[in-house]
């Protein structure tokens, strides 16, 4: 998930665009519509779509000094901004509130006060102004006058948090002993406001996209957060500790039990103090990560690698990387897109397993040097590899803000009952908050309500139990009674709308789910409002007549769920729609018992996905289906297991089956080869259980023959060729078949596109006979296709080119006759297109290779003068084609080659001159500077063979020099291909008679040397 922050600019605006219309008070460019200045907040924002009339433009700002304090502090603050006004200073004073919305005027100001009361610290609407103006004020060098400023509003120094704050104290609060009075003080900010230019909207660092995850984003703040001022604090302090160059920097690990709001607290932080990552906010889920105990098991992180894979392909779609990649690949190309940057990032790994050694710990760390890593998890074993943040128990303060967020309980019992009641439920965050929604929803009236809940729960809750037993992984360990309680007594309350969204939610993955797919399922299932008061835990077997949900309705009916959710903190808002609890979707599962609406919604949330990938289908575009793919591979989960029933109708087992397969093609399209093919898999084992039902069915046998195609495309990847030739036969098979069924005959292009893959598994499989068989079958499709379109000059090439490669498969299985008849058939067409296509040069160098494998028959054959003519004919050829493109390395090699060709059949013909000349023109071609790449790696053989040849023409007319020279220049090249190849066992033979070769003819000429030098001649 990643969320697009409240710190962008556009934010700003909106909440600036809502005073200003309601005031007719504002910036004249927000008054006039226009897009946001530059220096406001470092982001350029959108015209507003209605602009407020120009005339009423007034100037808001810029304000001299920004004054933040709490609900108790207004008196106060009201004399200090009299105080101030007298003294010439522009201020604005905000009074927090709950609530994480900025107030744009900050932005607009020079400096930032913040009135320093014990309850200042406890306000996060204060916490989240006082941390915006922290990061700005940051911006500046160190020897600038500050921008941040404190007023110490209590005696002593102990709750003004973090440390580092105080330094910005500039006086004590009128009326606290050595404190100054309203006038003093306006003059000492006066004086500091004197020295500033600028706005912090001026300063502020820009952001990128924020929270974001393999397949989704999130911009909307913890809908419950109260307290944690500290713990943020030390978390922005751990993450952001200077570090030495060339060292590397460790991560932050915030620990706790379960049930605390650690992931809570990630994303509190992530709202607040995101401006400092620029280089954008990244969240993983660490918990399927395991401990590597062999080293080969670091190249595969299983848990990491698919995440690290879909981050890739949001952040550059056109990788090219997929799950065969070794990790470590993966790990540094997203490395160098996230430091190419060249800013801070953030990198969150949330749920971090327990037991994860140092090895694979480090694989999870942030992939770049700017990058900052929060490790979440319940365990303290990773106290000792990162700086540790322990979560405690929320404080009694901030667990009554979430339980009463607007006032507290009055009067002692209901002050009793409240802490009674968050006791219990351990003070967990979301706990308190649905405390909160059912106080809500049971009282009529204020006086009571906490003391009316604790009766409530002093009584036994039917299956609470149970229910605390079938969750106890994911229900806090010491409190999962009552909070089990508290859950079911939350999913009672819901209203109709909320409960068919959890409905839809318990079929569906733990993912955020789009409003537009939640309203397109509940319009396909044609289920009308759920209005009905009956208990949540009924199953209803006979459902009334329902008056179907429309496009015009279901808008309204799927916000009302929304909001009925997020008000009972079963849900949050995403950027894609809303983020359903699991909590609640699998409270749903276990209690609850299957009703009919809830069926009828699972099949229309597969209908929905259906039709969504079969229009991504049709656009080759599959991103609009990245943030529905996790529902859909849990729709289809049990495909493989699932049986076909009666009531299946054929649209089902189509839809169910096409689904699954879009999915899997779009995992193809991302990478994801591995999970494509469990998928595949999974289709196949359905549809034969569905063809056995209906074997006639036109649509299942297309879709079985292709699933067959592609499990064989996906198993000759990993090298099972057996398996995948197989599949290919099936596949083949049921086209077969098929065709025979239709009256439109057989499609030439799905056959011959199999042929190709079955001759292509066979020649590697080494099954010469098999591979003859279905190029043969090839050369007729190709051939059919040529038929219908005869003035096709590209098929007329293909076909002729089929001849050929038939022709090399007949000399495999030594059929010298049978491949002479091919290449003869092919020759005519090859020519006749070189000859009309004299400026393309592969279509004039195709004969070329026709008469040279027509040579190499007539070799084998011993018809050396035939075998010479053809020889002739190609090097004619090829040099004619070498002069089309003179530049071309490759062009030259078949010169070369031909060269080497003629000299050995000039050898035979006992003609060792103009063989000498050949092999000499060889060399000068492959020895050649521009062209000595085209004759390295295997094909060094052939130099290797043309410098031996020589060596033993001279040796044979008793040069022994000129033959040693050949012979030494041969040596080296056949010890580097012995290298390259060890098992070659001919290789190995030649170059030891090579080498005994090179130190006969040193011997002798030692010899000779030393005879000259005694004779005296020179």
Not at 197 to 218: F, H, I, K, N, V
């Amino acid at each position: 998930m990643g969320w697009k922050p409240w710190w962008d600019g556009s934010s700003y605006t909106g909440q600036a665009q809502k005073y200003a219309k309601s005031t007719g008070y504002g910036p004249s460019w927000l008054l006039a519509g226009s897009p946001m200045p530059d220096d406001t907040f470092g982001i350029q924002c959108p015209p507003f779509a209605v602009p407020l009339p120009r005339e009423r433009t007034f100037v808001s700002g810029p304000y001299d000094i920004f004054i933040c304090h709490d609900h108790a502090a207004a008196a106060a603050v009201k004399r200090l901004t009299a105080a101030l006004a007298a003294n010439g200073v522009a201020c604005y004073a905000h009074e927090a509130t709950a609530s994480s919305e900025l107030q744009p005027k900050l932005a607009t100001s020079k400096s930032f006060l913040a009135w320093a009361s014990a309850e200042f610290f406890q306000s996060r609407g204060c916490q989240t102004h006082l941390a915006m103006a922290w990061l700005a004020s940051g911006q500046e060098p160190q020897n600038a006058p500050s921008r941040l400023m404190l007023v110490n509003a209590t005696s002593g120094l102990k709750h003004i948090y973090p440390l580092s704050l105080r330094k910005h104290l500039i006086a004590m609060a009128p009326g606290l002993p050595d404190a100054p009075d309203y006038p003093g003080l306006a003059e000492r900010l006066h004086a500091r406001c004197e020295a500033l230019s600028g706005t912090l909207g001026g300063l502020y660092p820009g952001t990128q996209d924020g929270w974001t995850e393999p397949y989704d984003r999130l911009s909307h703040p913890p809908a419950q957060f109260a307290g944690r001022a500290r713990e943020l604090w030390d978390i922005h302090s751990a993450l952001n500790t200077p570090v030495s160059p060339g060292q590397p920097r460790r991560g932050v690990v915030l620990s706790g039990a379960a049930g605390l709001g650690k992931s809570l607290l990630a994303r509190e932080y992530a709202f607040r103090f995101g401006a400092a990552y620029p280089g954008g906010i990244f969240r993983l889920s660490g918990s399927e990560a395991q401990a590597v105990l062999r080293l080969r098991e670091l190249a595969d992180n299983p848990a990491l690698k698919p995440q690290l894979l879909a981050l890739l392909h949001r952040l550059q779609p056109d990788h090219g990387f997929d799950d065969a990649t070794p990790f470590a690949t993966l790990s540094a190309r997203l490395g160098e897109i996230l430091g190419q940057r060249n800013q801070p990032f953030l990198w969150i790994v949330d749920d971090l397993a327990d037991g994860i050694n140092g090895p694979s710990l480090r694989q999870w760390l942030a992939p770049a040097p700017q990058g900052r890593t929060l490790f979440i998890t319940r365990s303290q074993r990773y106290d000792q590899r990162a700086d540790p943040v322990h979560l405690p128990m929320l404080d009694e303060s901030s667990a009554l803000a979430v339980l009463s967020p607007e006032r507290p309980p009055s009067g002692r019992d209901e002050q009793d009952a409240a802490r009674w009641l968050l006791d219990e439920a351990g003070r967990h965050p979301r706990f308190a908050a649905m405390l909160a929604a059912l106080t809500e929803h049971r009282r009529h009236k204020r006086r009571g309500a906490f003391t009316r809940l604790l009766h409530r729960f002093d009584r036994k809750i039917p299956k609470a139990d149970e229910f605390a037993h079938q969750l106890v992984e994911i229900l806090p360990a010491d409190h999962a009674p009552i909070c089990a309680a508290i859950l079911i007594e939350t999913l009672k309350s819901l209203d109709g709308p909320a409960r068919d969204l959890l409905r839809l939610g318990a079929e569906l993955a733990e993912h955020p789910l789009s409003l537009e797919f939640i309203q397109e399922s509940l319009v396909i299932s044609g289920l009308g409002v759920d209005d009905r008061q009956e208990d949540l835990f009924t199953l209803f077997l006979n459902e009334p007549q329902e008056v179907p949900l429309t496009r015009d309705t279901v808008a309204s009916y799927v916000e009302q769920g929304v909001a009925s959710l997020v008000g009972h903190a079963l849900a949050e808002r995403t950027d894609q729609g809303v983020m359903l609890s699991p909590l609640a979707t699998r409270a749903l599962h276990h209690v609850v018992p299957n009703s009919p609406r809830q069926m009828l919604l699972r099949e229309s949330a597969l209908q929905t996905l259906y039709i969504q990938a079969e229009t991504c289908l049709a656009s080759r575009d599959w991103c609009p289906l990245d943030a529905l793919a996790p529902h859909g591979r849990t729709l289809i989960g049990d495909l493989r297991e699932r049986t076909i029933e009666d009531e299946d109708s054929a649209a089902e087992i189509t839809g169910r089956t096409r689904l699954a397969l879009h999915l899997a093609d779009r995992d193809l399209a991302h990478g994801a080869r591995r999970r494509a093919l469990g998928i595949y898999r999974a289709v196949n084992a359905y549809l034969i259980r569905a063809m056995a039902v209906d074997s006639q069915n036109s649509v299942r046998q297309r879709d079985f023959a292709r699933v067959q195609e592609q499990l064989g495309d996906l198993l000759a990847e990993q090298g099972d060729r057996a398996d995948a030739l197989e599949h290919y036969r099936k596949s083949l098979g049921i086209r077969v078949y098929m065709a025979r069924q239709e009256s439109s005959g057989l499609d030439v292009h799905d056959p011959l596109r199999l042929h190709i893959k079955l001759r292509d598994l066979q020649q590697a499989l080494g099954d010469a006979e098999g591979a003859l068989q279905s190029q043969q079958a090839v050369l007729l499709l190709r051939a059919k296709l040529a038929q219908r379109a005869p003035d096709d000059e590209a098929l007329t090439a293909t076909v002729a080119e089929s001849h050929a490669e038939l022709a090399e498969l007949h000399l495999r299985l030594g059929q010298r006759d049978a491949a002479m008849t091919e290449l003869e058939r092919a020759l005519p067409d090859l020519e006749k297109l070189a000859e009309s296509h004299g400026g393309d040069v592969h279509y004039v160098r195709a004969p070329a290779l026709i008469h040279g494998r027509m040579g190499d028959i007539l070799l084998a054959r011993d018809d050396l003068s035939g075998a010479l003519n053809r020889y002739r004919t190609a090097l004619g050829i090829v040099e004619r084609a070498a002069r089309l493109e003179p530049g071309n390395p490759e062009w030259r090699h078949d010169v070369a080659l031909f060269h080497k060709k003629l000299g050995e059949t000039l050898f035979g013909l006992d003609d060792a001159t103009e063989a000498e000349t050949h092999f000499k023109q060889f060399l000068a071609i492959a020895e050649h500077p521009d062209c000595k790449a085209s004759f390295a790696g295997p094909r060094a053989v052939d130099t290797a063979v043309v410098h031996i040849r020589l060596g033993r023409h001279f040796d044979a007319a008793k040069d022994l020099y000129a033959a040693l020279t050949h012979y030494q220049a041969a040596r080296p090249l056949l010890e580097q291909l012995a290298i390259e190849w060890p098992d070659n066992g001919d290789l190995r033979k030649d170059l030891g008679w090579l080498r005994n070769r090179v130190k006969m003819l040193e011997d002798r000429r030692e010899s000779e040397l030393r005879r000259l030098a005694r004779s005296g001649r020179p």
